[in-house]
């Protein structure tokens, strides 16, 4: 077997003297047994699904997507208008919306209505209080057709 050293003379002369050391290398680590913490198709052990086989996996599972920031936004409401409409508009300008004075609001997750609700003024800003709030299976369904 060449030393280390051998192996830097030859490079120099050789433009596949590194391919030929990276080879060596992943000879080396596919002889090593597969880390029993990973799975998949490339290293030959069977997928693990998502929900875990046992209760603990279930809950990390879980822990890994509850800091996933989404965006939380509150429509008023809505309305269609020529882009000359938009070239025209001041300070000043109102808008009239389709949305009825005390009609509750819509409350979306990434665009998907998860909500609605009223708006509450606390500690001087505003927010909304939620008076309706779609369920978990309908959420999911909403998102799987979107």
Do not use: C, H
Request: net charge negative; hydrophobic share 40%.
């Amino acid at each position: 077997m060449a030393t280390e050293e051998d192996n830097k003379d030859a490079g120099a002369d050789d433009p596949f003297a590194g391919w030929a050391e990276a080879l060596e290398e992943q000879k080396r680590t596919d002889d090593k047994p597969a880390d029993a913490e990973q799975g998949g198709p490339l290293s030959g052990e069977p997928v693990r699904s998502f929900s875990g086989a046992a209760g603990g996996d279930t809950v990390n599972d879980i822990n890994m997507v509850l800091d996933i920031p989404v965006q939380l936004s509150v429509e008023l409401g809505r309305t269609k208008v020529p882009i000359k409409y938009i070239l025209q508009l001041a300070q000043g300008s109102v808008v009239e919306l389709d949305a009825l004075a005390g009609e509750p609001m819509d409350v979306l997750v990434n665009g998907y209505l998860i909500a609605q609700g009223e708006v509450v003024v606390v500690n001087d800003k505003f927010g909304i209080r939620l008076t309706d709030v779609v369920t978990p299976s309908e959420r999911l369904r909403r998102v799987s057709r979107g």
